[in-house]
């Protein structure tokens, strides 16, 4: 079997792949401006991204069930999530007197909430709005205390103030996408058996709203 088949790439999303083009195009950007060493960095997160979404998952029976059932749209968010902060380390946004920074917590709280709501919805199990949000809100204030030790440990960390105001809107970012996304995932198996989980039991179209 060829490690990329029709269905393969029928099922690849058109909307990360767009992300993808625009990703290239802000590297041939920044090295146009002498940015170098950003351009590099960006070129570098492009095939990261292409890494994590072109093998066909779906098909990869080492991965665990869920990942391999997450829905295609959500490719993009690793995309977009790169996209919103390459400004950041390519133009020193990051430590300009501007909301910057908040911006990029709040807005990736909010893209890696998508993915997270992704995995726990795969088994296709429809659950209380308030559950889902409760949720969303705790898997955020976990990855933004988890991201603030990880920029105490590198020496990125700013003031005191930094810390938890930078956790408290990564939270809200995902508490958001908990709040707004469908509630039930339809088209998947109420009860997935992880060892049997058939390729059909992903995803089967490309594109579509990250939210949906």
């Known amino acids: 079997m ?10 690849q999303s058109h909307f990360a792949w767009a992300c993808l083009a625009l990703l290239a195009l802000v590297a041939c950007w920044f090295w146009a401006i002498d940015k170098h060493n950003a351009a590099m960095g960006s070129l570098a997160a492009l095939a990261g991204c292409l890494g994590l979404i072109l093998p066909p998952r779906e098909r990869m029976t080492a991965l665990p069930w869920r990942l391999r059932a997450l829905p295609r749209r959500l490719d993009a968010t690793v995309v977009l999530g790169t996209l919103v902060v390459s400004p950041g380390y390519g133009l020193h946004w990051f430590h300009g007197a501007n909301p910057y920074d908040e911006m990029v917590h709040l807005l990736n709280g909010t893209l890696a909430g998508l993915v997270f709501l992704g995995l726990l919805k795969a088994d296709g199990r429809a659950r209380p709005r308030a559950r889902l949000v409760l949720t969303g809100a705790a898997f955020g204030l976990a990855l933004g205390i988890l991201w603030e030790v990880f920029e105490w440990a590198t020496h990125l960390i700013g003031e005191w103030t930094d810390t938890w105001t930078d956790a408290a809107l990564t939270a809200l970012g995902a508490t958001l996408a908990a709040a707004f996304t469908r509630i039930h995932e339809p088209g998947r198996a109420e009860e997935p058996n992880p060892g049997t989980m058939a390729v059909s039991h992903g995803p089967t179209r490309a594109g ?5």
């Open 2 to 11: 060829p490690l990329l088949t029709r269905d393969d790439i029928q099922r």
């Open 208 to 212: 579509g709203a990250l939210g949906d």
